[in-house]
């Protein structure tokens, strides 16, 4: 019974913890190529990111994911990885990474605890997803692939942004691709975090319904009425086991039924991807030094601060001026 709920009766049982901005990629849609990150004494200790995550599962929070940036530069990952799969009443502890350093990691992962992964991967082109991550190796993506299904997770999901002119032609060789892999993958249409200056977000945005119906010229695919409480909408492929998700901020709202906050790697509680209501727990922590009841009342209190719906418009300046990287996407 989760003890988070907003003003709008929606229960929050589903913690996104980011564990660093800094990533070993640069998508065009997510972060410039020249990045200033956070500065050491900014960004939460393990430790403390380790006693966010106990307090939000005493509150009822069943589910944590670890996001960035790129979870996996973050060195000692898997000791957090271990303290939260300790954590009663967490019923699933997840990771989305870009995948480039998954190969020597998955095995202490899933030892540590970790029971499901996510995985970025935006084209299975080599020079195309060196353009799209502007330094990235397909190569490595899928060796970190092979190594996490070798290593024994299962149901790995991919996630692909799709980009007009980019990517937008390959939405079917990534569905046959997932298939083959024994894995699921949604497509996200991108949302206007941040600035990037050469990246036009209004021309390469690709509306989801677009991608449906491309499918559809090649592929089977069974509307599901199968929910993760996220925001993909779901279809399966005929004859398979695939679920093809949709996530779309912009065309679907899912605003209605949304059961999550984020935690930012400098301790912001963020209560809406697309909004900045927030409440700054690493002040919290290491100023007002608040005990676990305290810092529990405090996100209690918060919960009240979560707005109805995220607001994008492509064609307006962004009002977000955080990039998806200091989000904790
Ligand atoms: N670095 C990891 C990765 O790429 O999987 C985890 C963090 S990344 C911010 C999480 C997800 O957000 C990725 O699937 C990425 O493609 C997506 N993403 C990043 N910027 C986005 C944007 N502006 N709009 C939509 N999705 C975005
Ligand atoms: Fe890095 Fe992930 Fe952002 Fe790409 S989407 S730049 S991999 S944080």
């Avoid at 299975?124 to 993506?141: M, Q, S």
């Avoid at 209560?271 to 409440?279: F, T």
Wanted: proline content about 3%; some cysteine; glycine content about 6%.
């Amino acid at each position: 019974m989760t003890l988070l709920v907003d003003s709008f009766q929606r229960r929050v049982t589903y913690l996104r913890l980011s564990v660093t901005d800094r990533c070993d990629l640069r998508c065009v849609y997510c972060m410039n190529e020249d990045m200033q990150f956070l500065p050491r004494q900014a960004v939460l200790s393990l430790e403390e990111l380790a006693r966010i995550a106990r307090v939000f599962v005493s509150l009822g929070v069943k589910k944590i994911r670890l996001t960035g940036g790129e979870p996996l530069v973050r060195q000692n990952l898997s000791w957090l990885v271990r303290e939260l799969a300790a954590l009663p009443g967490l019923q699933e502890l997840a990771m989305t990474s870009n995948g480039m350093r998954l190969a020597a990691v998955a095995n202490e992962l899933r030892d540590a605890g970790l029971n499901r992964l996510n995985i970025s991967v935006d084209s299975l082109r080599p020079e195309r997803f060196r353009a799209i991550t502007r330094v990235g190796e397909l190569d490595r993506v899928l060796a970190g692939l092979a190594a996490a299904r070798a290593a024994g997770f299962s149901r790995i999901k991919l996630n692909s942004v799709i980009l007009r002119g980019r990517n937008d032609d390959e939405v079917g060789d990534l569905v046959a691709f997932a298939a083959e892999q024994g894995c699921d993958i949604s497509f996200i249409e991108e949302m206007p975090l941040g600035v990037i200056s050469e990246h036009d977000r209004a021309g390469a945005f690709v509306p989801s319904d677009e991608i449906l119906s491309r499918l559809q010229q090649r592929f089977s695919l069974v509307p599901s009425t199968e929910s993760t409480s996220g925001p993909s909408r779901y279809h399966r492929l005929a004859g398979g086991d695939t679920r093809v998700g949709f996530i779309s901020p912009h065309s679907h709202n899912f605003c209605a039924s949304c059961n999550r906050v984020r935690v930012t790697v400098e301790g912001r509680l963020l209560l809406c991807l697309g909004n900045e209501h927030s409440l700054d727990l690493r002040h919290l922590m290491r100023e007002e030094r608040l005990d676990d009841e305290a810092l529990r009342a405090a996100i209690v209190q918060a919960m009240n601060l979560k707005p109805e719906r995220h607001q994008f418009d492509l064609q307006e300046a962004p009002q977000i001026v955080r990039f998806m990287n200091m989000t904790g996407g």
